[in-house]
């Protein structure tokens, strides 16, 4: 009997050194070696009386835009029903909630009892470890939760591989000072981080300001002052014909005093056609043509570092081919923001890039308007206003089509003053431009700091450690008595359970 105590108390030095890391006093375990891990579940939804109760119940989706630490419910309720009738448990405050598929990585506190759906994987922890250190070691583990998922229409952490996910064991009293440290630092990086979002913030109205100017005539006032009152009235006399039967309801709308010899136009009478996209999807063997589509649109600008390749006949690429200076315009999306946003189809002169339905190009008649200044009055306020108009919305998606767009009125002013407004919007968008970079950058810096923080706390190089905190290798021992004991009062509960219904 002695000698199998020498032995058992060797293999337990040996597991000690084995699962030992920098500092001395810490060591590596797996997320089951400190808690119950937990799966949730989804009751029939085909049944209304599973849900509507009192019990918490979250779905992947209530953590999206979620960024506090605790969480106490989510957009749905389970009833006693529903948590009966499916996989889901009722799981204690202070249980940590992590979500392992569509996306892995969401993670939030539960602040009262709480259950979930089958997206998440949660651990409900030993009292002998800190909850919130937990918390952030989950928070900044996201890549390495994906790198133990699988998974081939979207990657999913399982129950088993989330168990074993390692984590460095501080002594309890340390993961509270690194807790606090980290939060004493972030509270720092959170103060930039709003001042920096409220300069962004103030930018973009900045250049929404900018626009309203631009098309109310007072960033070329000054330039119409020079060249006199009548400057542009031959333009405007060749577009008297023109002018829209509703030109006062228009300028109604406009709710604004347009400068002397502008226009009031339909948008049709600036255009020489318009044409939806392409619907082919499948490509076929042989030469194949570049189609523009949504996912190759950033920042309102075409991106062609990754894009699709579809075979098209002669006819197809005759008749869908951009040509330059033709404007796209999104016809469908999910986002009201982004249906009828005008794109600049500057691409190569030399290649045939087609486009898909998801876009109407339009090509206007250049000796009317300058495309620039189309677009720009496009981002207007002006505009977006009859846009959001005009948009019809159907089962989650909004929009556009060309007869409800050829109606859509525009401020035209002549030709030379179009290029000067442009060239007044672009010298104050430039110094835009340069500012939000600045922001972008400093923005990426504070994110990057935010990481080497939440590094440093996990190597132990963030918080001081204390020679008189009992070592973690001796929590470990409570952690598996604490184990041993629960399970051992479930087990108890159970037989009492039993003879009850007996």
Known sequence: MKKKSIKNNQLLVFERLRTRVSPENWIKVTLEDIGEIVSGGTPSTKDPENFGGNISWLTPADLSDFHEKYISHGKRNLSEKGLRNSSAKLMPAGTILFTSRAPI???????????????????????????????????????????????????????????????????????????????????????GVESL???????RRYRQSVLKAAF?????????????ENFGYEFVKRLEFQKHTNTANYKQFLQTKIPRNWQV??????????????????????????????????????????????????????????SPEDILIIRVNGSKDLVG????????????????????????????????YLIYFAESNIFRKQMLKNMVS?????????????NMFVLLPSIPEQQKI????????????????????????????????????FEGRLAPQDPNDEPAWKLLERIKEEKKRLEAEKKNKKKRTKKGRC
């Open 105 to 191: 990585g969401y993670v939030a506190i539960a602040r009262n009892e709480i259950s979930t759906n089958q997206g998440f994987k949660n651990l409900i922890p030993s009292s002998y470890v800190f909850n919130e250190y937990i918390y952030y070691y989950l928070k900044a583990s996201k890549k390495l939760a994906e790198n133990y998922a699988s998974g081939t229409t979207f990657l999913e952490i399982s129950a088993k591989s989330f168990a074993k996910l390692p984590i460095p064991l501080p002594p309890l009293n340390e993961q509270k000072r690194i807790v606090a440290k980290i939060e004493e630092l972030f509270s720092k990086l959170d103060a």
């Open 197 to 203: 979002k409220k300069a962004e913030a103030q930018l």
């Open 216 to 228: 109310e005539g007072k960033l070329t006032e000054k330039w119409r002052e020079r060249h006199g």
């Open 265 to 322: 136009l339909p948008l049709k009478s600036l255009v020489k056609s318009f044409q939806n996209g392409l619907s082919k999807r499948k490509s076929y063997s042989g030469d194949s043509t570049v189609v523009i589509r949504l996912a190759d649109i950033e920042e309102l600008r075409i991106s062609l570092t990754n894009t699709r390749s579809i075979k098209l006949s002669d006819k197809e690429i005759e008749k869908y081919s951009l």
């Open 341 to 372: 946003r005008f794109i600049y189809a500057d691409l190569p002169h030399d290649e045939k890039i087609a486009f898909c339905d998801h876009f109407i190009r339009c090509t206007v008649r250049k000796e009317m308007v300058r495309v620039k």
């Open 394 to 406: 159907t089962a989650g998606q909004n929009t556009i089509n060309q007869s409800r767009l050829s």
């Open 422 to 457: 442009v060239e007044e919007i672009e010298r104050r968008f430039s110094i835009i431009d340069s500012l939000e970079k600045t922001i972008d950058k400093s923005l990426k810096e504070a994110e990057r700091l935010r990481q080497a923080i939440l590094k440093k706390a």
